[in-house]
T-cell receptor, first 113, second 115 residues
Framework: SQTIHQWPATLVQPVGSPLSLECTVE??????LYWYRQAAGRGLQLLFY??????ISSEVPQNLSASRPQDRQFILSSKKLLLSDSGFYLC????????????FGQGTRLTVV | KQEVTQIPAALSVPEGENLVLNCSFT??????LQWFRQDPGKGLTSLLL???SQREQTSGRLNASLDKSSGRSTLYIAASQPGDSATYLC??????????????WGLGTSLAVNP
């Protein structure tokens, strides 16, 4: 069966520090991978998606970047965090195809202080 | 532009009640609609996916329907239990060239089932 791992679960970082959140998927190959941010009252916002190794599409301009160094690994990064980067970050994957389910990790609560 | 709305934003019911959560969308050009559950501070759990050609999907006490022409989906929960308390989110996948990898999300319905 397929599983998705996302870590860490919580993170408190000072303004200006770097960020690295990691997500890995097991039990499938060549998945589509996604990073979302969820803010209270604003719903889920798609940040990045990837259809293959090294292929990253950005949905919104921001202080963040994403990378996919391996088929089932997706990393969200920042060189210098801003207060506005605080939020709940979710990684997701799905099998390629239009009628496939999306599955989510347990999320990372990031607080920038 | 596709917009997804979920009403009500919050719902509180006594245990054992059957209930319906609503999701509406403005553009019927979709591939599918997916319902999720989110517990506080946790990730999302996929409940049901309905393809645009389908009318409903069932899983245990959950039944989701889709009326694409009217832009509506409902999630029916039978014999609700306190463990059903969570936020329920719906999302649609656009049928749009170059843009079909995205899900468009509602803001969710926060459900509390009281013992």
């Amino acid at each position: 069966s397929q599983t998705i791992h996302q870590w860490p679960a919580t993170l408190v970082q000072p303004v200006g520090s770097p960020l690295s959140l990691e997500c890995t998927v097991e039990g499938t190959s060549n998945p589509n991978l996604y990073w979302y941010r969820q803010a209270a009252g604003r719903g889920l916002q798609l940040l990045f998606y990837s259809v293959g190794i090294g292929q990253i599409s950005s949905e919104v301009p921001q202080n963040l970047s994403a990378s996919r160094p391996q088929d089932r690994q997706f990393i969200l990064s920042s060189k210098k965090l801003l207060l506005s980067d605080s939020g709940f970050y979710l990684c997701a994957w799905r099998v390629r195809g239009v009628n496939t389910e999306a599955f989510f990790g347990q999320g990372t609560r990031l607080t920038v202080v | 532009k596709q917009e997804v709305t979920q009403i009500p934003a919050a719902l509180s019911v006594p245990e054992g009640e059957n209930l319906v959560l609503n999701c509406s969308f403005t553009d019927s050009a979709i591939y599918n609609l997916q319902w999720f559950r989110q517990d506080p501070g946790k990730g999302l759990t996929s409940l049901l996916l309905i393809q645009s050609s389908q009318r409903e999907q069932t899983s245990g006490r959950l039944n989701a329907s889709l009326d694409k022409s009217s832009g509506r989906s409902t999630l029916y929960i039978a014999a609700s239990q306190p463990g059903d308390s969570a936020t329920y989110l719906c999302a649609v996948r656009l049928r749009e060239a170059g843009n079909n990898r995205k899900l468009i999300w509602g803001l969710g319905t926060s459900l509390a089932v009281n013992p």
